[in-house]
């Protein structure tokens, strides 16, 4: 089972095959009235946490992409293609908004020029000429 990533940490989906609403949806019980008040939860926690935070969470996971499709696992040869495509991600966000995202810039600019020279690397293996994200600068 699969765990969604909120500001409050890791949420564990209850019932991911179950029904999404009660059988008599016109009829409020403690059910909805409980869920109505964790997502007023959940949303008061998104709300409190810093935009810079949530966008630098999102590249990290762009990130990660990026390294799932250079170093696959079983023998299978890396999709640059695909991995390009989330460097290219990682490079918007994080060259686009720059200083805007606060103290996680920098760190985030590291992880990008690592990403980059790894995609390289594994290109030059692969016999592939060109780089991730040379046209965002």
């Known amino acids: 089972m699969s765990t969604l990533w909120t500001p409050g940490g890791e949420h564990r989906p209850e019932d991911e095959d ?3 609403a009660p059988a008599d949806a016109g009829v409020a019980g403690p059910d909805d009235e409980a869920a109505r008040e964790q997502l007023r939860q959940l949303r008061e926690q ?3 946490t810093p935009v810079a935070d949530i966008i630098a969470n999102h590249a990290i996971g762009l990130w990660e992409l990026a390294l799932l499709h250079l170093s696959p696992d079983e023998g299978m040869p890396p999709d640059l293609d695909e991995a390009r495509l989330a460097i290219d991600g990682v490079a918007v966000l994080v060259e ?3 200083e805007r ?6 760190p985030l600019l590291e992880a990008l020029a690592q990403l980059r020279l790894a995609f390289v690397e594994i290109s030059r293996r692969a016999g ?3 780089e991730a994200g ?3 600068g």
């Open 128 to 130: 592939v000429g060109d």
């Open 96 to 98: 686009g908004l720059g």
């Open 101 to 106: 995202l606060d103290r996680h810039h920098e």
């Open 134 to 136: 040379d046209d965002s």
């Open 18 to 20: 179950g029904p999404t």
């Open 46 to 48: 998104l709300a409190a």
